[in-house]
């Protein structure tokens, strides 16, 4: 069996300022009902829960039929959130695992319980996926415990890297906050120089933790002082300047600002 990449809630990606159930063209018009900013809510608080369970089981090296498992998002009936757990794949192309049903109004409770909501929806397809596969359910359990206790956030770092003159380091940090996307900053490191770390500006990103790595590969100096890195995504480029002196990034194009919930 393959090694388990990912478990993922669909849907799992869309506009930033549009609503990602049903992938509504750019240049949709508001207002957009109830259902579907709940939906929306819900899929974009999604992203940082599955990111950081993913995180931990890849960190396992557990194996499953298929590498991606998903979940779908659906709106329900009753007051929380509820998991349709299916055991078994349709056909070989099929990676669904499951049902995760929403309540209405969840766009109105707070980051915190979106997260802790789904959360243990996510966790209980994992703990069910490990005792199907023979996995060490202690071993999986402990790791997602320490997720939800970690309020399920997730991030990436890459390695450090001196600048030509090797008075400072710096390295790109990514986490994704509750409306989906990353926030990259670069990390600037003065100390052989007598300063501290320092972080840039944020910069708006792509939706997955993998990108933070994408992007650190097309870092490049200009002189000392600035840095230049990509977005580590052929379907969201963009390019990002970062005045390592100041730590004021601009990013090319501009990014909208994204949809979010109280």
């Known amino acids: 069996m393959p090694r ?3 478990i993922y809630v669909y849907p799992y990606v869309g506009w930033a300022d549009r609503p990602w159930p049903g992938q509504r063209p750019r240049d949709s018009e508001e207002p957009w009902d109830d259902a579907l900013l709940d939906l929306d809510a819900g899929a974009r608080s999604a992203r940082r829960v599955t990111e950081s369970v993913s995180q931990a089981l890849k960190a396992l090296g557990v194996e499953a039929p298929r590498g991606q498992l998903m979940l779908e998002l659906r709106l329900g009936d009753g007051d929380e959130v509820e998991l349709e757990f299916l055991e078994r794949f349709l056909d070989p192309s099929d990676r669904m695992t499951g049902r995760v049903r929403i309540p209405s109004g969840f766009r109105l409770r707070t980051p915190v319980e979106r997260a802790s909501m789904l959360g243990e929806a996510v966790i209980e397809t994992a703990h069910r996926r490990a005792v199907l596969h023979g996995w060490d359910v202690d071993a999986v359990d402990e790791a997602l415990r320490a997720v939800a206790d970690g309020g399920f956030r997730a991030f990436a770092e890459s390695p450090w890297k ?3 003159d090797r008075r400072r380091q710096v390295r790109l940090r990514g986490e994704i906050a509750d409306d989906g996307f990353l926030r990259m900053r670069v990390e600037i490191d003065d100390s ?5 770390l320092r972080r840039s500006d944020a910069v708006l990103g792509w939706v997955w933790l993998e990108n933070v790595a994408r992007a650190a590969k097309k ?5 000392n002082s600035v840095l230049r890195f990509g977005s580590g995504s052929a379907d969201h480029e963009f390019e990002a300047v970062v005045d390592l002196e100041t730590g004021a990034a601009t ?4 990014a909208p600002e994204p949809l979010s919930y109280p």
């Open 4 to 6: 388990l990449r990912e």
């Open 162 to 164: 001196p600048t030509r």
């Open 192 to 196: 052989a120089a007598g300063g501290g």
């Open 219 to 223: 870092m490049r100096f200009e002189g």
């Open 251 to 254: 990013r090319t194009p501009r």
